[in-house]
């Protein structure tokens, strides 16, 4: 039986935006995906991917309620420790353009997340979704699900 662990992917720059305050690196708890990356000088504004089961009662009313006031949260249930499931999103921060160039790709961000897996196809969502078991986030305003069984977004 598969044990799965439920982790929330905050957008850092709209959480300091509207809670006045950066969120930190917690080894084991809280990582931010930027961190040893390029972009590593906008860890603090990037995406951070927190593990539910080590934070307070508190810290996850906070997260639920920036995710009815701004499209900043996603959560995600997965087999992965902390640091195994931000290497793999890390792996997906940066998409090659039909030119060459490179891009950030925001899948951090609900709003790109549901366009995205509408865009992808089969095989696309499979490599990109596959380490993730469920993706729940709200995008205007309705609950949205990605499962990696499922063809379509529910």
């Excluded at 995406?47 to 307070?56: C, K």
């Excluded at 986030?137 to 699900?145: A, I, M, N, P, T």
Aim: charged share 20%; proline share 3%; with cysteine.
């Amino acid at each position: 039986m598969q044990t799965l662990n439920l982790y929330v992917l905050v957008d850092g720059a709209v959480y300091q935006q509207h809670r006045h305050c950066q969120l930190e690196h917690v080894p084991g708890v809280v990582a931010a995906l930027f961190s040893g990356t390029a972009d590593d000088a906008l860890a603090h504004a990037g995406p951070w991917l927190v593990d539910t089961a080590h934070v307070t009662e508190a810290v996850l009313h906070d997260l639920i309620a920036l995710e009815k006031t701004a499209p900043a949260v996603t959560w995600l249930f997965a087999e992965a420790n902390l640091t195994g499931l931000s290497q793999l999103l890390q792996l997906r921060l940066d998409i090659k353009l039909p030119d060459g160039r490179t891009a950030l790709l925001r899948f951090w961000d609900p709003r790109v997340l549901a366009s995205l897996f509408q865009l992808m196809a089969g095989d696309q969502r499979a490599d990109f979704f596959g380490h993730i078991h469920e993706w729940h986030f709200l995008d205007k305003g309705v609950r949205v699900w990605i499962g990696r069984q499922h063809a379509d977004a529910q």
